[in-house]
């Protein structure tokens, strides 16, 4: 059986005792059904990560053991800012999860123009914390010892115009500049994906004006989800770790 891999937001070290509660212990004790002496690697997002085994098991909750500390990294050396216009429902969590299982550095949620998706105060955060879960378990599951974040929901307008180093891309399907012709970035690099009906003809204009380069993965128009998948596993391809 695979040793079950466990995100814990505490300060770990050889030798603690940890109790795991919510989420975390009810997937130990009602999902996975462990007992005490089963095996554990438990992280923090903070670089590396611990194997433990379980101590005690109780209904609700479950305490785990930290036996050893292993410095492994699996981070890729491109850096790689998804800046994703909202989609809805599962196709937005499926995106996510993927971009973060790819090796993507961080996650902006955008509202653009043709964005369908109506979100906000605290519908919009309680969905950003929704998608920093779905990161979460991302990592537990690709072996990541960091969690990207998942910014703010912000305006297409308010994001385009910020400030930020490296290459900048925007993905659509008329541009004629190719990727696999780009020059290796030496910083990190922001991937901009529009919504499901595409960014507008002013917001490209817009991305344009601020630095974007406009790029193109071939003939055929992709889906929102499609195209963030398909674009960042070419970075990692070209410039990454694949």
């Given at each position: 059986?695979?040793?079950p891999?466990?995100?814990?937001?505490?300060?770990?070290?050889?030798?603690?005792?940890?109790?795991?509660?919510?989420?975390?212990?009810n997937?130990c004790?009602?999902?996975?059904r462990?007992?005490p002496?089963?095996?554990?690697?438990?992280?923090?997002?903070?670089?590396?990560e611990?194997?433990?085994?379980?101590?005690l098991?109780?209904?609700?909750?479950?305490t785990a053991?930290?036996?050893?500390?292993?410095?492994r990294e699996?981070?890729?050396?491109?850096q790689?800012?998804i800046?994703?216009c909202?989609?809805?429902?599962?196709?937005?969590?499926?995106t996510?999860?993927?971009?973060?299982?790819l090796?993507?550095?961080?996650?902006?949620?955008?509202?653009?123009?043709?964005?369908?998706?109506?979100?906000?105060?605290e519908?919009?955060?309680?969905?950003?914390?929704?998608w920093?879960g779905v990161?979460?378990?991302?990592?537990?599951?690709s072996?990541r010892n960091?969690?990207?974040?998942?910014?703010?929901l912000?305006?297409?307008?308010?994001?385009?115009?910020?400030p930020?180093?490296?290459?900048k891309?925007?993905?659509?399907?008329?541009a004629?500049?190719e990727?696999?012709?780009?020059?290796?970035?030496?910083?990190?690099?922001?991937?901009?994906?529009?919504?499901?009906?595409g960014?507008?003809?002013?917001?490209?204009?817009?991305?344009?004006q601020?630095g974007?380069?406009?790029?193109?993965?071939g003939?055929?128009?992709?889906?929102?989800?499609?195209?963030?998948?398909s674009?960042?596993?070419?970075l990692?391809?070209?410039?990454?770790?694949?």
């Open positions: 059986m695979r040793v891999r466990l995100y814990v937001d505490a300060p770990l070290q050889n030798g603690l005792e940890v109790e795991l509660a919510g989420a975390v212990a997937h004790v009602r999902v996975l462990l007992k002496g089963a095996r554990l690697t438990l992280f923090n997002g903070r670089g590396g611990f194997s433990a085994h379980l101590v098991v109780e209904k609700r909750r479950a053991l930290l036996d050893e500390w292993h410095e699996v981070e890729s050396p491109l790689v800012e800046a994703q909202i989609s809805r429902g599962e196709r937005m969590d499926y996510v999860q993927k971009v973060v299982e090796g993507a550095s961080g996650i902006t949620p955008i509202i653009a123009e043709r964005t369908v998706v109506n979100l906000k105060g519908r919009a955060e309680k969905r950003r914390l929704h920093q990161v979460v378990s991302a990592c537990e599951q072996g960091r969690i990207p974040a998942v910014q703010p912000i305006h297409f307008k308010q994001w385009v115009n910020q930020r180093e490296g290459l891309l925007v993905l659509h399907h008329r004629a500049q990727m696999r012709n780009m020059t290796r970035p030496k910083k990190g690099v922001t991937l901009l994906i529009g919504p499901e009906g960014l507008s003809e002013q917001e490209i204009r817009l991305a344009e601020a974007f380069v406009s790029v193109c993965l003939p055929r128009v992709l889906r929102t989800e499609t195209a963030a998948l674009t960042l596993s070419l990692q391809l070209l410039w990454g770790d694949f």
